[in-house]
């Protein structure tokens, strides 16, 4: 079969092409697909089975994220690379252990569930809104508030900032869609402007952290003590480039999920039923079942792929790998191979087993933010089964132009209320 170039986000405007990735699984599950010239990039190898991603994304001594970063594109410049490289996606252990240790104590279960009543209150309003409206871009008036308004929340960001943070944080994070950023190229220009203002903000909130809600002030008072005795604490610039890694993974990933759960209802109309009927019988305090969130994410894969890059010769699946080649991991084939799910195209809200990785496969860089998303989602599917009696389409859903992340841009419905 003839290589499909899965760098060209405009690929991605007719969906994610998951007939190719079934062929690669069975014929050619290490893939070597070569780069157009204007990449700056000479290939990569593409890892499509489970198995294999699963096992590459916990050997990070093999794949590293933190010798070229864990984007697609290749940095085009050493400055480029050392900018990716002060943020802990792109860093390996030990730099990375570090910073996740500094970091998890502001993502305790505990913290996480202080947050379901704004998850609550944010599905509730963006539903009311849509209802009473009777139509509405699902995308831009539920999903996307729901992705960001909680991260934000999570980080104190006060409501005044809310508009321009979301702003940065689409076109930091979607910059290959030009509905978000015109010029469809990288603005690290977007990225000083976000770091300086997350900079501020610690400040602010390091000099006084009592007054600041949040995981804000979780995160300055968080310390490692060595064996020495000296502290080690993340300095206002980690912070800031911690804030935005995270707000810029959370909106997307989590909107990308709701909106491709809301078409799967407008395409099975009886999916949506048999969902009613499930919280109808658990009364009036029921949520969704946690296997159709687990589900949604399998089946949406909103984060498609990571770059990782060899750091030894080695073979995989009878591929001569070099170090220093480029090696992509693809969460969306793995989360649709026929070896792990039955009949995995289909979304099945009762799935379980569901060993997928919508979230990573189990390696040091597993999603921090899982348990708040799997939240995010579950407020929002629970609202919509217990509010929306059906959805239709009110008009073409628009796919975004992006080659890392999958989904719906604009997802513009009529929902009638229950
Ligand atoms: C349905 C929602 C989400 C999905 C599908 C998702 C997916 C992912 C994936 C696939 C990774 C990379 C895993 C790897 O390389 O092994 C990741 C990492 C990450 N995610 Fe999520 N994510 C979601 C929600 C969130 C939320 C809500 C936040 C923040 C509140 C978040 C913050 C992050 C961060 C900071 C990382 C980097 C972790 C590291 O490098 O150690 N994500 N996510």
Same mark, same amino acid.
């Given at each position: 079969?003839?290589? *499909?170039?899965?760098?060209?986000?405009? *690929?991605f405007?007719?969906?994610?092409?998951?007939?190719?990735?079934?062929w690669?699984?069975?014929?050619?599950?290490?893939?070597?697909?070569?780069?157009?010239?204007?990449?700056?990039?000479?290939?990569?190898w593409?890892?499509?089975?489970?198995?294999?991603?699963?096992?590459?994304?916990?050997d990070?001594?093999?794949?590293?994220?933190?010798? &070229?970063?864990?984007?697609?594109?290749?940095?085009?410049?050493?400055?480029?690379?050392?900018?990716?490289?002060?943020?802990?996606?792109?860093?390996d =252990? $030990?730099? +990375?252990?570090?910073?996740?240790?500094?970091?998890?104590?502001?993502?305790?279960?505990?913290?996480?569930?202080?947050?379901?009543?704004?998850?609550?209150?944010?599905?509730? &309003?963006?539903?009311?809104?849509?209802?009473?409206?009777?139509?509405?871009?699902?995308?831009?008036?539920?999903?996307t @508030?729901?992705?960001? #308004?909680?991260?934000?929340?999570?980080f104190?960001?006060?409501?005044?900032?809310? $508009?321009?943070?979301?702003?940065?944080?689409?076109? %930091?994070?979607?910059?290959?869609? @030009?509905?978000?950023? =015109?010029?469809?190229?990288?603005? =690290?220009?977007?990225?000083?402007?976000?770091?300086?203002y997350?900079? #501020?903000?610690?400040?602010?909130v390091?000099?006084?952290?009592?007054?600041? @809600?949040?995981?804000?002030?979780?995160?300055?008072?968080?310390? %490692?003590?060595?064996?020495?005795?000296?502290?080690?604490?993340?300095? $206002?610039?980690?912070?800031?480039?911690?804030?935005l890694?995270?707000?810029?993974?959370?909106?997307?990933?989590?909107? +990308?999920?709701?909106?491709e759960?809301?078409?799967?209802?407008?395409?099975?109309?009886?999916? *949506?039923?048999?969902?009613?009927?499930?919280?109808?019988?658990?009364?009036?305090?029921?949520?969704?079942?946690?296997?159709?969130?687990?589900e949604?994410?399998r089946?949406a894969?909103?984060?498609?792929?990571?770059?990782?890059?060899?750091?030894?010769? +080695?073979?995989?699946?009878?591929?001569?790998?070099?170090?220093? $080649?480029?090696?992509?991991?693809?969460?969306?084939?793995?989360?649709?191979?026929?070896?792990?799910?039955?009949?995995?195209? &289909?979304?099945?809200?009762?799935r379980? @087993?569901?060993?997928?990785?919508?979230f990573?496969?189990?390696?040091?860089?597993?999603?921090?933010?899982a348990?708040?998303?799997r939240?995010?989602?579950?407020s929002m599917?629970?609202?919509?089964?217990?509010r929306?009696a059906?959805?239709?389409?009110?008009?073409?859903?628009?796919?975004?132009?992006?080659n890392?992340?999958?989904?719906?841009?604009?997802?513009?419905?009529r929902?009638?209320?229950?």
């Amino acid at each position: 079969m003839d290589r *499909l170039d899965l760098m060209d986000p405009d *690929l991605f405007r007719s969906g994610v092409p998951y007939d190719y990735f079934a062929w690669l699984r069975r014929h050619d599950p290490v893939a070597w697909h070569d780069e157009p010239a204007e990449t700056g990039g000479r290939g990569y190898w593409l890892v499509t089975r489970h198995d294999d991603v699963v096992a590459a994304n916990r050997d990070w001594q093999t794949y590293s994220n933190a010798l &070229r970063g864990s984007s697609l594109e290749d940095p085009r410049s050493d400055e480029e690379l050392a900018f990716r490289q002060r943020i802990f996606v792109n860093q390996d =252990p $030990d730099d +990375h252990t570090r910073t996740r240790r500094l970091v998890s104590p502001a993502f305790t279960p505990g913290r996480v569930r202080q947050f379901a009543g704004l998850a609550r209150d944010v599905a509730r &309003r963006t539903v009311d809104r849509l209802l009473d409206e009777g139509r509405g871009d699902f995308h831009d008036g539920c999903a996307t @508030p729901m992705g960001f #308004e909680v991260p934000a929340a999570m980080f104190g960001i006060p409501a005044d900032d809310h $508009d321009r943070m979301l702003e940065w944080s689409l076109m %930091i994070s979607l910059a290959q869609e @030009p509905e978000l950023n =015109p010029s469809g190229k990288p603005r =690290p220009e977007i990225q000083m402007v976000a770091v300086d203002y997350a900079r #501020e903000l610690f400040a602010r909130v390091r000099r006084d952290p009592d007054a600041h @809600p949040g995981i804000a002030a979780d995160l300055v008072r968080s310390e %490692i003590v060595r064996p020495d005795g000296t502290v080690d604490r993340m300095t $206002d610039d980690e912070l800031a480039l911690f804030v935005l890694v995270t707000v810029v993974g959370g909106v997307g990933t989590v909107a +990308h999920t709701l909106s491709e759960a809301v078409s799967a209802f407008v395409e099975r109309p009886q999916l *949506l039923d048999e969902l009613h009927r499930v919280l109808e019988l658990g009364g009036p305090d029921a949520e969704c079942p946690a296997t159709l969130v687990e589900e949604c994410v399998r089946w949406a894969s909103p984060a498609m792929n990571f770059r990782r890059t060899a750091t030894v010769d +080695h073979e995989l699946r009878g591929q001569q790998i070099k170090a220093g $080649d480029k090696v992509v991991l693809s969460f969306s084939s793995a989360n649709r191979d026929e070896r792990v799910f039955a009949d995995p195209d &289909r979304l099945d809200p009762w799935r379980s @087993p569901n060993d997928h990785v919508g979230f990573g496969g189990g390696g040091p860089h597993f999603c921090i933010g899982a348990q708040v998303g799997r939240m995010e989602v579950r407020s929002m599917l629970t609202e919509v089964v217990r509010r929306v009696a059906r959805f239709e389409l009110d008009g073409d859903p628009v796919r975004l132009r992006a080659n890392q992340f999958a989904g719906f841009l604009h997802y513009p419905v009529r929902a009638v209320a229950r």
